[in-house]
Every structure is written in C-alpha cells, then in structure tokens.
C-alpha cells in the first residue's frame, strides 16, 4: 500500500494520475495545511520536507523499511520504475526523452505556472495597492514561451515523449490548472493533447477520487480570487 499525503494542487494531482494509471493501491490522507500539518513530521510518513506531494511505500521492490519520498518528480520517476511503465526501461533515447520532459516540468512549467498563478491571483488581494502589472507580464510571457515549446513538440508527436508517459502526467494537471489568458485556441497541439489526457480513465478517477477528500479548507485549484485575505497564505506553500 502507498500513502499519498494530499493537498489540493496540481503538483499532488499529477501523483493521483500516475498511482491511477498504474493500477497501485493507495490511500490518499489528506493534509490541513491551514494547522500546518505538513510541518508535521508524524503527519507526513516522517518525511524531513513538507512540502506536498509525499509518498510513503510500505511495499519498496526488494522490500525493507517503507521507502518516503518527497518532490512530485522523485515521485512519478520512482513509481515508475516500481512498476516498470510508463518510462523506457531498456532504450536509453526514449528513457531520456521521458525524463527531459519530466525535468522541464519541474524546472518550468512548475515553477513558472505557481509564479504567475500568484500574481494572478493571490497578489492582487495581499496587496491591492501595489502595481502588479509587471511581475504579471513578466510571468504570462514566460508561461506563454512554455507552451509555444510544448504546441511545437505535440505538433510532432502525440505526447510529449513519443508515447504517453509520466511526462504527460506530470504537465497535465498545470495546462488543465492555468489556461492563458488568451485560452489555448493559440496553442492547437496542446488543446489536443490536454483534451486527449483529459478523458483518460484513469485521470477521470483520479480527480474524481481527490475532490471527494474533505481537506480541511476551501479548494483553490481553479483560481484564488473567491478566497479572503487570511486565507491566501494556506495556498502558497503547496504551489
């Protein structure tokens, strides 16, 4: 059995993805970041970081203490290669075409897209008096660049490495999180590929079995704009 600590945030999501399509048994244990649970240790499998997503496998391949992992990326690499699917075993060019996609999420879409999801929609309450306009510029132009190299690349295949993989899981719940603010009619491979991940079975029961959780505060995976004040910095520690 794998523990998934969760939180509502398309980092955890993409972890929901992979343990659905990979047919693992899992329990979701929801985590109230408003009482900083994840700073917990004992609430989070004693991972050392609280950061949201955290896994905890009583079942390691090769067996011994359960295995804790945190970081969305160590995450989807290391389910896997547990279950041997979804990322190239044996032929080292689509091994690696799998894992660059994987760590330009991480290093782009990521953090770029928790970025402009902040001055779009948490900076503009924390400081209302402030001129945001640059920041958010700044930011669309960057999620924009991100998406022109991802519509180019699904122009030439049907995801983002050749075949679906945990490169797909890993970007899907950020497109599907925050669109541009044109919408994604300018990027026609990618409005493809999200609708096409979009109504894969095991995508649908993940987000099904996430939003059925009861966290412990409002969801906020649509946007921020509905939530007071004193509840923005909740939110920010799991973007």
Not at 17 to 39: C, F, T
Not at 84 to 100: S, Y
């Amino acid at each position: 059995m794998i523990t998934l600590y969760y939180v509502s945030s398309p980092n955890v999501h993409k972890v929901c993805i992979a343990l659905e399509e990979m047919g693992l048994a899992y329990d979701l244990q929801p985590i109230d970041v408003s009482k900083n649970e994840h700073r917990d240790r004992s609430k989070v499998g004693g991972a050392k970081y609280g950061r949201l997503p955290i896994i905890r496998d009583e079942d390691p391949v090769g067996g011994g203490e359960p295995v804790v992992t945190f970081e969305s990326g160590a995450i989807l690499q290391y389910l896997a290669e547990k279950t041997g699917q979804f990322l190239p075993q044996g032929d080292v060019r689509a091994r690696q075409q799998v894992l660059q996609w994987l760590f330009w999420q991480m290093g782009g879409i990521g953090p770029i897209g928790g970025q402009l999801f902040h001055f779009r929609a948490f900076a503009p309450v924390i400081a209302p008096d402030f001129d945001n306009s640059y920041a958010k510029a700044r930011y669309e132009k960057m999620w924009s660049a991100l998406l022109e190299l991802m519509n180019e690349q699904l122009g030439e295949t049907a995801y983002l490495a050749g075949a679906y993989s945990i490169a797909d899981m890993a970007c899907h719940p950020w497109i599907d999180y925050l669109p541009p603010e044109a919408g994604l009619d300018a990027f026609p491979n990618v409005q493809r590929w999200l609708h096409d991940v979009s109504a894969r079975p095991a995508v649908v029961a993940a987000y099904a079995r996430a939003f059925a959780l009861d966290t412990g505060y409002a969801r906020n995976e649509k946007g921020a704009s509905q939530f007071p004040a004193e509840g923005i910095f909740q939110h920010v520690v799991v973007t």
